[in-house]
């Protein structure tokens, strides 16, 4: 299994930036925009997401832990076979934050399709949180 992560500090306070991660259904607007064109919730814990390729992926919660500021949730219907994810912020200081993203999948070949995604979205997700 192929594994990413993607580190990066944000010049914002934890809080603001957990407030985003946790706001399921607006993925698209406030952590992913220009790379997610909609995201529509399926149920409070699923949502449907699709990005500016055209592209559509379904997303299912796995965790949301207010206390660590972790989101874990897995993705089906694009280029992977499996695929896990969390996204974690840690407070550096009172106004900075740093956000690990990890995604684990299947197959490893995929790899640079997925690292892109993720670079493109970690920028993304920088810019939108300013």
Known sequence: ????????????????????????GNVHTRLFPGILVDAKLDSPTARTVTFGSGAVIHEQMVTMDDQARRLVYTA???????????????????AQSRIIWTSDFLPDEVSPKIQQLVDSGAEAMQKALR
């Open 1 to 24: 299994m192929a594994t990413i992560v993607k580190e990066f500090t944000v010049a914002v306070k934890p809080e603001v930036v957990w407030d985003a991660l946790k706001d399921f």
């Open 76 to 94: 089906s219907g694009g280029v992977t076979t499996h695929h896990n994810a969390s996204l974690q912020v840690i407070a550096e200081g009172s």
